[in-house]
């Protein structure tokens, strides 16, 4: 909090701005602090992914950063995002009660895996 001088951990510091992309053309820098979208208060990066995911391409929102200590508004014209990598292949799981969503496996919780 120090180091970027805010008054609280609240936000989503951009750590990395790719080229080419809505952040770049809307003059996002690394450092910056997301605090606000539209009018939206960003707790943290996850509430400002759901805010951002529920809007459509071509979309327009207004994102309020922490720059220097300053607070600073940009418009950012949304695009639709390029896959990133390979998309993975679904793997069956080894168990008919397991479940594979985003890389992660999961199970129920049943009570001989909880003891």
Do not use: H
Not at 54 to 82: C, F, T, W, Y
């Amino acid at each position: 909090m120090e180091a970027f001088g805010v008054e609280s951990t609240d936000g989503a510091l951009i750590t990395n701005v790719q080229r080419a992309t809505p952040a770049q053309k809307a003059g996002l820098d690394k450092g910056d602090i997301i605090v606000r979208v539209d009018e939206f208060s960003v707790e943290n990066n996850r509430a400002l992914i759901d805010y951002v995911s529920s809007k459509a391409p071509g979309d327009r929102v207004q994102v309020e950063v922490i720059r220097n200590g300053k607070r600073v508004r940009k418009e950012v014209l949304l695009e639709e995002r390029e896959p990133i990598g390979e998309v993975a292949e679904l793997i069956e799981p080894e168990r008919p009660d397991e479940m594979e969503w985003l890389g992660v496996q999961f199970q129920d919780l049943d009570s001989d895996t909880r003891s």
